[in-house]
């Protein structure tokens, strides 16, 4: 299913705050707020039924199916990447939503790119995602970009979402930094 089998049904119940209930200040175009995303656990709970789609949790950082469409635009925004406690414990940006006067609902993400760090090295067994509206995409490594959000609604918000294998508390906690997302749509 995904990297996150093995932490059982307890992770995909962890409570987080509702998609709607972490907005980040945005944009306002034509008076209609950017599409919210889902949460981590929200998304993982769709497991008997996963959505159709590239990249639904999966890695997938290759061109998107049947070649990519002209970009007419592109915006980028970061936000604080979370700090990590414990591990076996989903942790949650705040949304990232798209700024600029150019995206509209209408508009469909082509690509995709991200980078998020943290103030010091991640432990073995960290596993990051970003997730908009409609799935989650498994991140390969601390920055790159993907074509999983092709096709879906531009106007749409984005979160990080990261978790460290095992349980039990970090010594110290991982200090997070910045998350960005660059996103091409057209």
Same mark, same amino acid.
């Given at each position: 299913?995904?990297?996150?089998a093995?932490?059982g ?8 705050? /509702?998609a709607a209930?972490?907005l ?5 175009f ?5 599409v919210?995303?889902?949460?981590l656990?929200t ?12 990249? $639904? ?6 061109? =998107? #199916?049947?070649?990519q469409?002209?970009?007419? /635009?592109?915006?980028?925004? &970061?936000v &604080?990447?979370?700090a990590? *406690?414990y591990?076996?414990v989903?942790? @949650?940006?705040? @949304?990232?939503?798209?700024?600029? &006067?150019?995206v509209s ?11 998020y760090? %943290?103030?010091?090295?991640p432990?073995?067994?960290?596993h990051?995602?970003?997730c ?5 995409a498994?991140?390969s /490594? $601390?920055?790159g970009?993907t074509?999983?959000f ?7 918000? %984005?979160? *990080?979402a990261f978790?460290?294998g095992?349980?039990?508390a970090? #010594?110290? =906690?991982? @200090?997070?930094? $910045?998350? @960005?997302v660059?996103? &091409?749509?057209e």
């Amino acid at each position: 299913m995904s990297d996150l089998a093995g932490f059982g049904s307890g992770l995909r119940r962890l409570l987080f705050c /509702g998609a709607a209930g972490w907005l980040a200040p945005a944009a306002v175009f034509a008076g209609e707020p950017p599409v919210a995303a889902i949460s981590l656990s929200t998304y993982m709970g769709r497991a008997e039924n996963p959505p159709a789609g590239p990249g $639904a949790v999966r890695l997938d950082s290759g061109a =998107a #199916a049947g070649g990519q469409g002209r970009v007419a /635009g592109s915006w980028s925004a &970061s936000v &604080s990447t979370p700090a990590l *406690f414990y591990r076996g414990v989903a942790y @949650q940006s705040v @949304q990232v939503a798209p700024v600029g &006067s150019g995206v509209s609902s209408g508009s469909r993400t082509r690509r995709v790119g991200w980078r998020y760090s %943290f103030l010091t090295a991640p432990p073995a067994g960290i596993h990051a995602y970003l997730c908009n509206y409609a799935r989650c995409a498994a991140l390969s /490594g $601390a920055s790159g970009s993907t074509a999983a959000f092709d096709g879906d609604n531009g106007w749409s918000n %984005f979160v *990080f979402a990261f978790v460290i294998g095992g349980r039990g508390a970090l #010594a110290p =906690a991982l @200090q997070g930094a $910045a998350s @960005q997302v660059m996103v &091409s749509y057209e």
